[in-house]
């Protein structure tokens, strides 16, 4: 289970609604629990020169930015959202391809430019497949 605000959720609705129709990506910053407790997002520029509507990819530049931002926070980088224009809010094959077991991933649904579902995926390391977990979403 993963737990944020509204607020958060808001501002991954907003990213996606700003790179539509090509797809948003960001870093989930937080604590490690049960649930993940995600205390902050940051955006992250899509380095895709290709097929930015499907896909996404993170410099490792960016990827050791976040990683830094989190641990002066003393937070844990606990994964990455990012929006799937004109898609349903479900881990693609290529999600899957490029994702690791340790970390949480959000997808955010935006239909002809309206943010929609947000949903939760886990990759198990037994099976290799995406397994989706609940959202708490809290007030404030
Ligand atoms: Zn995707």
């Known amino acids: 289970m993963i737990s944020l605000s509204k607020d958060l959720m808001e501002r991954i609705r907003s990213h996606g609604r700003e790179t539509y129709p090509e797809e948003c990506v960001g870093a989930l910053l937080g604590r490690k629990g049960e649930p993940a407790h995600v205390v902050s997002v940051e955006r ?3 380095i895709r020169t290709a097929e930015r509507a499907r896909r996404y990819e993170i410099s490792p530049q960016d990827y050791l930015r976040v ?3 989190a641990a002066e926070k003393s937070l844990a980088l606990l994964g990455f959202y990012h929006s799937h224009p004109d898609h349903p809010a479900a881990p693609s ?3 899957r391809e490029h994702a690791f077991p340790f970390f949480h991933y959000l997808v955010c649904a935006v239909a002809g430019g309206r ?3 947000v949903t939760a995926w886990t990759l198990s390391e037994d099976t ?3 397994e989706r977990e609940p959202i708490l ?3 404030a």
């Open 67 to 69: 990683e830094g931002l």
């Open 128 to 130: 290799g497949e995406f």
């Open 93 to 95: 094959a290529y999600d």
């Open 44 to 46: 992250i520029d899509n």
């Open 115 to 117: 943010p929609g579902d």
């Open 137 to 139: 979403e809290e007030e």
